[in-house]
């Protein structure tokens, strides 16, 4: 069976100095959960990730590799002896595939990790060059079309066409949140903005069927399943909240019910957090983007948190967000049409500098407090694993 090799470059983690072994074994241990369905081989040598498999886990690697967070870059290379020999029969058949996707111009780029080898990174280049140049590609050291990469370590790899990593931190180093997930565009991208600087995220969704829809929570269901291809694993607590905001919209003034949907939704994540033990509550606000995300507003669901609250696309605007979305493949389903939340509960003039003391006086007025409690016992819990994601694609 021919083996492929796949290598990675490291990230971040590379600066960690007492402690780089535990960020490396977490990296190595995150990738083998995405392939424990396929046959692949994970490990991590002299700083370089490698993942070697047959032409049947390609797919099921290249899907890893692109999502795994804690990499830089990555690459599928040729590898091949360490002798010039070789090194010139595999340069030579990447600038013929090169060359077969249209391009003309190549440079290539030696590192000589193994300090034995007896020829300089330059002379490396110069020979591999020699059979390429003006034969098949022209050598252009300022603006190639491809860059080939000679790789001489414990064995030579050579590779041309490096992919982007997701960059970050080994998701699990970094604690444990809570996402609020709703349907919209923001809050997923939030979620994945902490996976990244290696925190494990749990979801956190409301409802209030019937005056939202099924539609609405499937959308979130699908989105909680493209959170765990970062995160790895999520788990999407689903809470019935309709007779909370049934209550809100009976008692609280109009133009507060919007606001105290959020206090009442952060008084119910203060108990799941409790029960899971999250470190910290995540949502998608940004400052400005609604009536509800004016810094007095913020204020207002932040003295409702009783743990840290983050917030991590704050400073973005909605560009950078819809980019982000794209990059994580949610924006198609977070633009589809469903609500996730009832225009029978949005007020028409909603509070924009709501002060932290009356919301208090008016969430006391609510008397939620049991309801809330309910509506955490009745949540249903959905788990996403990236392996079970992984053994369905591919
Ligand atoms: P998003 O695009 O993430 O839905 P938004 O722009 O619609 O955000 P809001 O509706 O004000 O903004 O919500 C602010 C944040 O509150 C969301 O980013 C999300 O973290 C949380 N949130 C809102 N609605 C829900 C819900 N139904 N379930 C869970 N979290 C929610
Ligand atoms: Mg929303």
Known sequence: MPYMTYLAKLGELTLKKSNLKEFERRLVNNARLYLETVSAKVSLIAGRLYIETDEYGEKAVEFTLSRLIGITGWAKASVCEKDMESIKKAVLEQAVSAKQNGAETFKLET???DKNFPLTSY????RAAADIDGKLLKVNVHKPDVVINIEIRERCFVYADQKKGCRGLPVGSSGHGLLLLSGGLDSPVAGYRMIRRGMFVDSAYFHSYPYTSEEAQNKVEVLAEKIAQYGIVNHLHIIPFTEVQMKIKEKAPEEWTTLML?????KAVNIISGLIKAQCVITGESLGQVASQTIENMSVTEDACSIQLLRPLVGMDKEEIIEDANFIGTYETSILPYEDCCVLFSPRHPVLRGSVE???KIYDSLEVDDLIKKAVENRVIKKYHVRNI?????
């Open 111 to 113: 590192r000589r990790a």
């Open 123 to 126: 002379e490396v280049n110069c």
């Open 262 to 266: 959020r206090v009442c939704m952060m």
């Open 358 to 360: 009356d919301a208090k």
């Open 390 to 394: 992984v053994e369905k694609n591919f």
